[in-house]
DNA sequence: TCGGAACGGAATCATCTGTTCCGCTCTACC
DNA sequence: GGTAGAGCGGAACAGATGATTCCGTTCCGA
């Protein structure tokens, strides 16, 4: 008993710390299911009531931010997990089979109109948008990857597989990953008549970010 | 003036038809852009007032349908249209880019879920779907589209790129199209080891369908 | 001239939801 | 053993939102 209260693993305090978790849980699934949910379906389905998420955070606002950090983060984790495989293509591949399977593009796009964010946010984003870049230039290099395909083009691929829903949770992920093959499939150069350009001016940097520029110029805000 | 007057397009008459189509319109681009919006922004954006609306709509509800089923009846005009075209294979391509031109596949199945279809629009989803199975069965004979493709991956695409969303209008398209690019890239055969199989089982048709089934069996609703 | 089609928009009514608050439980510590 | 308070459930509150109704007004059309 003293050994597990000492673990914090019963009591009170383990308690808490087990709802820490349940709560973070119940949060991504509930918001990336949908991203305008009540703060109350998250306590539902957290099996908590609503005070024990205001203990943890101090409003709908901050949460969202935190699990918009917190995909961020995966994402981070994901591209450096990546960083070991020698081919570069592959690692590309795989780094978009990690973050569709770990459904975190809904957090860290969907979610991001739907509070301020803090300078810490912003700079997170960029490391994550970095890892991606670095993934595409490493693409390039071993000549597996289409010419114009440029970086800003993976969040359009991973704004596609998000969009991919099925009544059931696993179908939905079956799916997605069905629609990136295709997608990875589409990506890869073919040398030979057969190649057509990808039309349009190729998204810029920047053009699809999460939030409107630092300060200063009153841009299109553009969400509703 | 009696001339315009017979013809409807002054007086009173006139207007009202004029109204007609100016809300149409509007519901289309405001319900395009935000499936849950409420309906004074489409009266808004026409410039109109709330009961102009409920003049020519038994309440939202019914104006979702009419649009469902504008949008439906121009997936089978688009369908209709590369018809002539002899090449499967490029009448499949045409065909989707019309569809996410006309940006139509958020009408027809991101509102879907806000009222209960009447058979008759069952009837006219089905033949869309027909429709689109045949482009599919005629794109295989050619023998360009990938072999593992189903008419029920359409979906997905369709899916896929009415996802894409920036700021503006225009680039919007733009980036949808780049992105179906992609795709289409992506639904080409390509013989040789490069090739590997769309991994999971494709998606079966009904599973991707608008409204739960007919009646009868209590399905997983899903959505939120 | 006059009935009424067409309409604008305020008023209504029903939700929905973020947040606060109160009282209860049960642990951690003395 | 007793108690302060961490942790919590959920009702109450306050404000927003939004579909729908309703009424007064305008002005066409006969």
Redesign the pocket.
């Known amino acids: 008993m003293s050994d597990e209260?000492s673990r914090g693993l019963s009591?009170?305090?383990?308690?808490?710390k087990r709802?820490d978790e349940a709560i973070l849980t119940a949060a991504r699934d509930v918001f990336v299911h949908d991203p305008g949910a009540?703060?109350?379906a998250v306590a539902g389905r957290a099996g908590?009531?609503?005070?024990?998420l205001?203990?943890r955070y101090a409003?709908?606002?901050d949460m969202l931010r935190q699990l918009c950090r917190s995909g961020l983060q995966r994402m981070i984790v994901e591209a450096e997990a990546v960083e070991a495989e020698p081919d570069g293509w592959v690692a590309l591949a795989r780094f978009l089979e990690r973050v569709v399977d770990a459904d975190v593009h809904a957090l860290t796009t969907r979610l991001a109109g739907a509070f301020t964010p803090t300078p810490e946010l912003r700079e997170i984003a960029a490391r994550a948008d970095r890892g991606v870049a670095l993934l595409i230039e490493r693409a390039h290099a071993s000549g597996r990857l289409r010419a114009d395909v440029v970086a800003e083009d993976v969040a359009l691929i991973l704004e596609g597989c998000a969009a991919i829903r099925s009544g059931d949770g696993f179908r939905t992920m079956q799916l997605r990953r069905r629609h990136l093959a295709l997608l990875v499939h589409g990506l890869a150069r073919v040398e030979g008549p057969g190649d057509v350009a990808l039309p349009g001016p190729a998204p810029q940097p920047g053009e699809l970010h999460r939030w409107p520029a630092e300060s200063g110029s009153p841009e299109q805000g553009a969400d509703g």
Chains 1, 2 share one sequence.
């Open positions: 209260s009591g009170r305090r383990g308690h808490a709802n009540p703060i109350s908590v009531g609503i005070s024990a205001y203990r409003g709908k606002e």
